[in-house]
């Protein structure tokens, strides 16, 4: 089985990209984003972390992950997120791993724009990026997420390039 990445920043393309794998290739792809957040809310091991690291307040009384609690400590600071990360990150990968085994289908992808912070990067066979004009991205990213310019210039500053991709695709 050959794993594929798509990888891109934020608004460049990488969910279209995916798409049309499924759609015209019949290639299953992972969401890291979407998988992320469940395991957020049903990995004992990330559940556990994160109440270690935030407090009991992390989740609600139904136990549902309480995102603005968990984003003011990752906002405040480098090393907040960096904890989160080295919480969150394995589970993704590992989870990706057991998702890729239960595929019939000679290739698969998944879709993520934090690949070498995740460590997928050293998991997949080839990685595809997935490139836009700036203010492309920014328009996209702005009506998507309902948030002002300023806000997506800080997630994009965030966000690292994977620097040696297999295939770049540009102006999608």
Do not use: C
């Not at 299953?28 to 957040?37: G, H, I, L, R, T």
């Not at 984003?71 to 990706?96: G, I």
């Amino acid at each position: 089985m050959i794993k594929l990445a798509i990888t891109g920043g934020i608004g460049s393309g990488k969910s279209y990209v995916a798409r049309q794998m499924t759609e015209l290739f019949g290639i299953p792809v992972y969401d890291s984003d979407a998988n992320a957040k469940r395991l957020n809310e049903e990995s004992p091991e990330i559940r556990n972390g994160l109440v270690d690291l935030v407090g009991q307040d992390v989740y609600d009384l139904q136990g549902h992950l309480n995102k603005s609690r968990l984003a003011s400590y990752l906002f405040a600071s480098a090393e907040n997120a960096q904890r989160v990360n080295a919480l969150v990150h394995p589970v993704v990968v590992a989870d990706f791993l057991r998702w890729a085994e239960q595929q019939t289908a000679p290739v698969v992808a998944i879709e993520t724009a934090l690949l070498a912070e995740s460590g997928l990067d050293k998991v997949v066979d080839r990685i595809i990026r997935v490139d836009a004009p700036i203010e492309l991205r920014l328009e996209r990213a702005m009506k998507r997420d309902n948030a002002h310019r300023e806000q997506i210039l800080e997630r994009m500053a965030r966000q690292k390039e994977y620097p040696n991709p297999h295939i770049i695709i540009n102006n999608i």
